[in-house]
């Protein structure tokens, strides 16, 4: 691991497929008139596992890194028994992002979001000084802490006080990573505008989410761990989504296997789910509309309150961005599909009864529309299906270990004001 050398890579832009030099966490094409994603052109076309021994760096040849960090694991793709033979499913495999030892999945956060922070924070020039920010609705904040934490990189947090019981780790935070919250009743949206705020001040730089390149083919990973695993690009891929920001992510990594070549030419039909009532990607596709559908924020906070998957609740999720969701469905031919949440725990029984992992709402809300995909005869029996299960193992996790929380240093009201946030997010981190 010691030779290793930044991923050589440019950048394009997806609505005019211009190429230009990645000058450092670009996170769009100052040149394009249109709001749109930019993706990482690899110079390496053809995959080269590393090997066991990196980690998530396995597949560093398509991640757009400078440095490998410590501490990460890959996700793990199987092929499924218990649940593939419950549906009547031929060649049914599960990308296991969690923590399973008995399948080799070690994901202490028990998140897929750590696909994300290893390949983000792997990203960032080891000279910045400034502080990253990262707002979120749970898991990711958790993924981003543990890699911050034991990288010694700088973080500031922002999540809703309604999910701070996501925020517990396997050993307690290193001080360089702060965390502050708005009020109870405030959901992702809200955090992110806390969020914002802080970042008027120039000691703070956004992560950037599904705008950075890093956290997408991050998640690319998970796609990747499949088509190695069975050999060939599956037919179906099911996932749950809040932002569509993973499934894009599957859909780029589509792209980049068939240009390799090894793994066939199929497009993925991409089979993506929400947790009702909470369905406003859901809306918008069946409505055929490139654009997100008005939601009324309080109507939007009450059905947030509701749904199980708290981390699937976007509100302003990259749908209709050129390269985003709205594009990806387009290109694969996909559904967007709802799992309520009595159908989810459901699920989670199921798969937990079968496969002996416990799942993650979001995950659960994936399984449970492959369920229902399956009875509807919306999948071939004999096809080749991925179900993307982001999040697994957490209960066993904390049966098996100590867990240590992190509290927020600050929860804001609502309608705080950008001065006092700065103010107070500077002098969280002193001047070295």
């Not at 990203?123 to 543990?146: Q, W, Y």
């Not at 956290?215 to 796609?223: I, S």
């Not at 725990?345 to 496969?355: G, H, P, Q, S």
């Amino acid at each position: 691991m010691k030779d290793f050398k930044p991923t050589a890579y440019t950048l394009q832009c997806v609505a005019t497929e211009r190429t230009f030099e990645d000058t450092g966490w670009v996170l769009e094409d100052k040149e394009c008139q249109e709001p749109s994603l930019v993706r990482a052109i690899y110079e390496k076309k053809e995959l080269e596992l590393k090997g066991e021994a990196y980690g998530f760096y396995t597949f560093c040849d398509w991640l757009p890194i400078s440095r490998l960090l410590k501490g990460s694991a890959a996700p793990v793709t199987y092929r499924s028994e218990g649940l593939a033979k419950h549906l009547g499913l031929e060649n049914l495999y599960i990308t296991l992002n969690g923590y399973s030892p008995r399948h080799g999945a070690n994901m202490t956060t028990g998140s897929f979001k750590e696909t994300e922070a290893y390949s983000v924070c792997g990203r960032i020039n080891p000279d910045e000084k400034r502080i990253l920010v990262v707002a979120s609705a749970g898991n990711t904040a958790r993924a981003f802490a543990k890699v911050c934490s034991e990288n010694n990189i700088p973080l500031l947090l922002s999540v809703p006080a309604d999910n701070l019981s996501a925020m517990w780790f396997e050993k307690p935070i290193n001080p360089c990573v702060k965390l502050i919250s708005c009020e109870k009743g405030g959901d992702y949206f809200d955090a992110i505008h806390l969020s914002d705020m802080a970042l008027k001040s120039p000691r703070f730089y956004a992560e950037g989410g599904a705008k950075n390149v890093a956290r997408r083919d991050g998640m690319a990973t998970t796609v990747l761990s499949a088509a190695t695993t069975i050999g060939r690009i599956p037919d179906y891929y099911f996932q749950a989504v809040g932002s569509g920001t993973g499934a894009i992510a599957a859909w780029e990594a589509n792209m980049r296997l068939i240009e390799d070549g090894k793994y066939g030419n199929t497009t993925m039909k991409l089979m993506v789910s929400q947790n009702a009532p909470f369905v406003p990607m859901y809306d918008a596709w069946r409505a055929d509309s490139r654009a997100m559908l008005p939601y009324d924020a309080d109507k939007a906070r009450r059905d947030v309150m509701i749904i199980d998957a708290k981390v699937l609740s976007n509100r302003k999720p990259p749908y209709g961005i050129k390269g985003g969701l709205y594009d990806a469905l387009k290109a694969t031919n996909g559904e967007i599909l709802v799992a309520t949440n009595a159908q989810a725990r459901k699920a989670a029984k199921l798969f937990e009864e079968l496969e002996g992992v416990d799942i993650h709402p979001a995950a659960a809300v994936a399984t449970a529309t492959l369920i229902k995909a399956v009875q509807d005869g919306k999948v071939e029996k004999d096809a080749t299906i991925m179900l993307n299960i982001t999040g697994a193992g957490e209960q066993a996790f904390k049966r098996e270990h100590e867990t240590f929380s992190l509290e927020p240093s600050k929860v804001f009201p609502l309608n705080v004001t950008a001065e006092e946030v700065v103010e107070f997010v500077e002098g969280l981190f002193t001047e070295e």
